[in-house]
Nanobody
Framework: QVQLVESGGGLVQAGGSLRLSCAAS????????MGWYRQTPGKERELVAD???????NYADSVKGRFTIARDNAKNTHYLQMNSLKPEDTAVYYC??????????????WGQGTQVTVSS
C-alpha cells in the first residue's frame, strides 16, 4: 500500500502560479510512475502530467509549456509547478502513484484531491 498526501492548492489570478506537492509513504519502492490528474464537475478525470522513476515526463497538450512535473525520489515526493494559469485550469487536482514495479497489472493509488481555482 501507498499513502499520498497532497498540498499546495488554492486560489490564484489568471497568469499566476501555484506549486502542488505530493508526498508518498508506504511501499514507495513499488512506485513506477507518479502523476497528477484533474477533474471538474460532470467531466472525467484527466491526466495532467506524469513522470517515471527514470525521469521521463508526459504532459497533456493543454498544459505543455506552462506546467512542469518533477520528482524527488529520495523524498518520495513529486511536484507540479503550474505557471501562466488560466481559468480553464480550475479543477480538483489528484496525485496518483502507479505501483507498476511490484504489480502487474499496476495498482493505482490516489491522493485526497486539492482544489485549484483560477480567477479571471
Amino acid at each position: 500500500q501507498v499513502q499520498l498526501v497532497e498540498s499546495g492548492g488554492g486560489l490564484v489570478q489568471a497568469g499566476g502560479s501555484l506549486r502542488l506537492s505530493c508526498a508518498a509513504s508506504g511501499d514507495t519502492m513499488c512506485i513506477s510512475v507518479m502523476g497528477w490528474y484533474r477533474q471538474t464537475p460532470g467531466k472525467e478525470r484527466e491526466l495532467v502530467a506524469d513522470i517515471t522513476s527514470g525521469g521521463v515526463t508526459n504532459y497533456a497538450d493543454s498544459v505543455k509549456g506552462r506546467f512542469t512535473i518533477a520528482r524527488d525520489n529520495a523524498k518520495n515526493t513529486h511536484y507540479l509547478q503550474m505557471n501562466s494559469l488560466k481559468p480553464e485550469d480550475t479543477a480538483v487536482y489528484y496525485c496518483n502513484a502507479a505501483l507498476g514495479t511490484c504489480y502487474s497489472p499496476s495498482l493505482d493509488y490516489w491522493g485526497q484531491g486539492t482544489q485549484v481555482t483560477v480567477s479571471s
